[in-house]
């Protein structure tokens, strides 16, 4: 079945450290987005890719780095420089970059914590 | 900048019951609006699709309207049932990579 993997579902940082949240899809889609949704609010956008080897910041970039190596895959890290982030992280891709009609599709979600 | 709220955050129905939940926006210069369930710890899974220059859509028990004038959407739940207590979300798309969400309405439907 087609979809977007998230892993892992849990992730824990240590004060100083650099995580990175993994994101895979096999549907082809050309633009791929990353999300954090914090309790009780909408989702915030933090960099979207519209193809191979580019990207672009979001509304919430600071603290964060993407790469978009291969057309499935969009890893997000979480670097130290991130002070808040403790969130709940969404993958999303839709099919066509410049579509402007077509339904966003999620991953699973990765929960970070600080220790 | 574009802004989406949904109102009420929270709401609680018995099993049965038809409802109405509510998306509006600020800025009427969308090409879509979307609804969106989340289950929680979940991620989001599009329920509906309204083109900006559709008036409505429906897929089984759901209905979704749209009026870009005033600002407004609204997500029709007929005959709710327990399994469709989640979270709904509404995100509407003013460029074709930029998606603004609400903050969500959390329903309870009651056995």
């Known amino acids: 079945d087609g979809g977007i993997t998230q892993s892992p579902k849990y992730l824990f940082r240590k004060e100083g450290q650099n995580v990175t949240l993994s994101c895979e899809q096999n549907?082809?889609?050309?633009?791929m987005y990353w999300y954090r949704q914090d309790p009780g609010q909408g989702l915030r956008l933090i960099y979207y890719?519209?193809?191979?080897?580019?990207?672009q910041k979001g509304d919430i970039a600071e603290g964060y780095s993407v790469s978009r190596e291969k057309k499935e895959s969009f890893p997000l890290t979480v670097t130290s420089a991130q002070k808040n982030p403790t969130a709940f992280y969404l993958c999303?891709?839709?099919?066509?970059?410049?579509?402007?009609?077509?339904?966003?599709?999620f991953g699973s979600g990765t929960q970070l914590s600080v220790l | 900048k574009q802004e989406v709220t949904q109102i009420p955050a929270a709401l609680s129905v018995p099993e049965g019951e038809n409802l109405v939940l509510n998306c509006s926006f600020t800025?009427?210069?969308?090409?879509?609006l979307q609804w969106f369930r989340q289950d929680p710890g979940k991620g989001l899974t599009s329920l509906l699709l309204?083109?900006?220059?559709?008036r409505e859509q429906t897929s089984g028990r759901l209905n979704a309207s749209l009026d870009k004038s005033s600002g407004r959407s609204t997500l029709y739940i007929a005959a709710s049932q327990p399994g469709d207590s989640a979270t709904y979300l509404c995100?509407?798309?003013?460029?074709?990579?930029?998606?603004?969400f609400g903050s969500g309405t959390k329903l309870n439907v009651k056995p």
């Open positions: 999303a891709s839709k099919s066509e970059a410049s579509g402007t009609n077509e339904k966003l599709f």
């Open positions: 549907l082809n889609h050309d633009a």
């Open positions: 890719s519209q193809i191979v080897n580019d990207f």
């Open positions: 800025d009427s210069a969308i090409y879509n």
């Open positions: 309204i083109q900006s220059s559709q």
């Open positions: 995100a509407v798309t003013p460029h074709f990579n930029k998606f603004y």
